[in-house]
């Protein structure tokens, strides 16, 4: 018997994830459901690819005014900067169009360009047409999350998609969200446009997942090298528009008096975090509330044992690598179910990259924190390095950050490692093979490598192996 699984959200990373396992069984039969325009989902069109485009250039500014040995400090011509994105994100997003549309090819496969709704538990209308499905999977993405805030649906504000296809800003703006997006946006106002920007942030540190001396590396970095006016500990209260067409924020500083002020700029810009996009997807007629546990690690929901939720849309991990790796086992958990075997739980080991700072300055973590193990009483070994420790940052101009590597003190097993300094990120991939692997920290070769900016991390083994003798 031929089982049927549409699929809504097809052209996002999860969906076209799920898609890609599924079409070669040949008792599957799928409905590829996507109404984007053009499409090729949310990294490819306002996420990840385009955001790097853009701080790439804001990059190259913010190295030039920072290396005394170059003179002048160049202008970011933002018309090119967008142009740029735009035809480099055109074609990213034709070549995911067009392996969609390649698998709507096969005869078990049919690809709708329509929004998708369901009528009842597992009836969906796409378009004119309903369709009875033995299976739905939900990949519609995210979405931004506008907060609850008085007066926030009388002023104009500029989301991260926004920021992104912006040729020309004001003099000035106040950011609401200083979280993984508005770490990697903030830096661009102030660096590639030019801005004096304020930002509000609720605790006493930004990067609530790194340990404290990344929290704090990472305020002064941005207060000292991009010249940003961060607001700790303060909360947004109301916001209205001026007379003159910007914002007034009127927030409360969490100090004992609990001091109100206002702040005004030309412009507000939201960077507070996204939300599963399941609006409109008719959820009111089905079992299934999108609210926080509504899915399981399975990807399975809660209250549909035939509904399948994938990606950003679940709420769990919004991220690109996330998304695709929970698509594939999806995919597999609908064929478990269907021959009532047991699901599969998915399964990560903690592996995020913030592109603070430009890019210049990123922050990457995998596996666990040391706070983490601290509050577990867990029994380790921590080693911390400074990024000035090691020459060839101070060469290459970019001589701030440290970096961190937390080993269990029995047997020797990396558990996590934490990196605030030029080239973190792609060290993570490194790092994120030696704890999943559980390598012994001994272990790890003790020899000379190329790129040598790595050599931080040969540092981190070095100590924390000694410190284990």
Same mark, same amino acid.
């Given at each position: +018997? ?8 097809a ?6 994830a799920v ?6 069984e040949?008792? $599957?039969e799928?409905t590829?459901?996507?109404d984007?325009?053009? @499409?090729? @989902?949310?990294? !490819? ?13 804001g990059?190259h500014r ?5 290396d005394?040995? $170059?003179?002048g ?14 035809e ?5 997003a ?7 549309? @390649? ?22 209308a796409?378009?004119?047409r ?11 993405g ?13 002023v104009?504000?500029?989301? %991260? ?13 106040v ?9 990697? +946006? ?17 605790d006493?540190?930004?990067?609530d997942?790194?340990?404290?001396a *990344?929290q ?9 090298? *991009? ?7 303060t ?6 528009e ?9 927030v409360?500083?969490?100090? %004992?008096?609990g ?22 997807l ?44 929970q698509? *594939? ?9 269907r021959?009532?075997a ?12 913030? *592109?603070?700072?430009?890019?210049v ?21 921590a ?19 440290l970096?961190?590597l ?7 097993? $990396?558990l996590g490692?934490?990196g605030l ?5 792609? +060290?993570?991939?490194?790092?994120q093979? $030696?704890?999943?692997?559980? +390598?012994?920290?001994?272990? !790890? ?14 540092g ?10």
């Amino acid at each position: +018997m031929t089982t049927h699984v549409v699929i809504i959200g097809a052209y996002g990373s999860a969906g076209v994830a799920v898609a890609q396992e599924l079409v070669d069984e040949e008792d $599957v039969e799928l409905t590829l459901v996507d109404d984007g325009k053009p @499409g090729g @989902g949310l990294c !490819i069109l306002k996420g990840c690819m385009p955001s790097k485009e853009i701080l790439s250039a804001g990059e190259h500014r913010f190295q030039a005014r920072h290396d005394h040995r $170059v003179e002048g400090v160049p202008e970011v011509d933002l018309e090119s900067v967008v142009a740029t994105k735009d035809e480099h994100v055109h074609n990213f997003a034709e070549h995911r169009r067009a392996a969609v549309h @390649g698998l709507a090819e096969r005869e078990n496969v049919e690809f709708r360009h329509r929004t998708a709704r369901f009528v009842d538990d597992h009836t969906v209308a796409v378009g004119d047409r309903e369709i009875e499905a033995d299976y739905v999977v939900v990949a519609t993405g995210s979405t931004v999350n506008v907060p609850d805030l008085n007066g926030i649906e009388d002023v104009d504000y500029l989301t %991260s998609a926004d920021v992104l296809d912006a040729t020309e800003f004001p003099d000035s703006g106040v950011v609401m969200g200083f979280g993984y997006v508005g770490l990697e +946006m903030v830096p661009y106002l102030s660096e590639a446009a030019e801005m004096d920007v304020t930002v509000i942030e609720h605790d006493d540190y930004p990067l609530d997942e790194g340990d404290e001396a *990344f929290q704090k590396t990472m305020l002064d970095v941005y207060r000292e090298e *991009f010249d940003v006016d961060v607001l700790t500990d303060t909360y947004e209260q109301s916001v209205e528009e001026t007379a003159d067409g910007g914002v007034r924020l009127h927030v409360k500083r969490g100090d %004992s008096a609990g001091r109100r002020e206002t702040v005004e700029a030309d412009q507000l810009f939201l960077f507070t975090g996204r939300r599963p996009a399941v609006d409109g997807l008719g959820l009111e007629n089905t079992p299934l509330e999108a609210e926080r546990g509504w899915v399981s690690d399975t990807m399975q929901a809660r209250d549909d044992e035939r509904v399948f939720v994938a990606g950003d849309a679940n709420g769990q991990e919004p991220i690109l690598h996330v998304a695709k790796e929970q698509g *594939f086992l999806t995919a597999e958990n609908v064929l478990r179910h269907r021959e009532g075997a047991e699901l599969k739980p998915y399964r990560n080991t903690h592996h995020h990259v913030v *592109f603070s700072g430009l890019g210049v300055y990123p922050f990457a973590r995998v596996g666990a924190s040391e706070e983490v193990l601290a509050a577990e009483d867990r029994d380790y070994v921590a080693v911390t390095r400074e990024a000035s420790s090691d020459g060839v940052f101070t060469t290459k101009a970019v001589p701030r950050g440290l970096a961190k590597l937390v080993v269990d003190a029995d047997d020797g097993t $990396v558990l996590g490692y934490q990196g605030l300094h030029y080239h973190a990120d792609v +060290m993570a991939k490194t790092m994120q093979v $030696v704890v999943e692997t559980g +390598m012994d920290v001994r272990e !790890i070769p003790d020899r000379a490598y190329h790129p040598t900016t790595p050599e931080i991390l040969d540092g981190l083994v070095r100590e924390a192996s000694e410190k284990l003798s």
